[in-house]
């Protein structure tokens, strides 16, 4: 199993601005995940973070509001920019051994607010 | 489109009292049918794989059957610390992540 480490761990934002989420694994994996758990909504994928290359985001998903990073096999960054309140919501990044079992593992997620 | 519906959205049993959670899917071509367990404030925690009809896997208390429309979740006997949100997901077409469903919160009560 892969430990993985979430910061911040929750914030308070302001409308217009921007944060970075951070997304550190104890080992180095190749598929790496970012969802999004709204209240009372289904978890929703964001984009696959692929290192080396940009990455993939789903349907509803722009790389001008929800850039990512992934500089290596351990690390990903994930930004919410020019928030708005519909933003508020858990972030949580994922990762999987091989995408096909679907067995990831989640960090404890960033809980952000945006007044 | 891959759609996921779990119900009942919430159950609250008494301890000991077993029961069953239901996860309906629609998937072309199922890779996978996974159920996950959430607590509060942390992120899910993968339980069980299943691939095809037929097929059941076990862990303690919990029991996971899949048809080829739907999974069913068994809780045997539950305990209090059994209560959290329990989630079923479907990996399948073209798509690269999982498709989840919005959970059964699940409270058992001493």
């Known amino acids: 199993s892969a430990v993985i480490s979430q910061k911040p761990s929750r914030d308070i934002c302001q409308r217009g601005t921007s944060l970075t989420i951070q997304c550190q694994v104890d080992s180095q994996v190749t598929m790496m995940f970012w969802y999004r758990q709204q209240p009372g909504q289904s978890l929703t994928l964001i984009a696959t973070a692929n290192q080396g290359s940009e990455a993939t985001y789903e349907s509803g998903f722009v790389i001008d509001k929800f850039p990512i990073s992934r500089p290596n096999l351990t690390f990903s960054t994930l930004t919410v920019s020019n928030m708005s309140p519909e933003d508020s919501s858990i972030y949580l990044c994922?990762?999987?051994?091989?995408?096909?079992?679907?067995?990831?593992?989640f960090g404890e997620g960033s809980r952000l607010t945006v007044l | 489109e891959d759609q996921v519906t779990q119900s009942p959205e919430a159950l609250r049993l008494q301890e000991g009292e077993s029961s069953s959670l239901n996860c309906s899917y629609t998937?072309?071509?199922?890779?996978?049918l996974f159920w996950y367990r959430q607590d509060p404030g942390k992120g899910p925690e993968f339980l069980f794989t299943l691939y095809s009809a037929g097929e059941e896997k076990e862990k303690e208390r919990l029991k996971a059957t899949l048809t080829k429309k739907e999974s069913f979740l068994h809780i045997t006997a539950p305990k209090p610390e059994d209560s959290a949100t329990y989630l079923c997901a479907v990996s399948g077409g073209g798509a690269d992540g999982l498709t989840f469903g919005k959970g059964t919160h699940l409270i058992i009560q001493p």
């Open positions: 998937v072309s071509g199922l890779r996978g």
């Open positions: 994922s990762v999987g051994q091989g995408v096909s079992t679907g067995e990831l593992f």
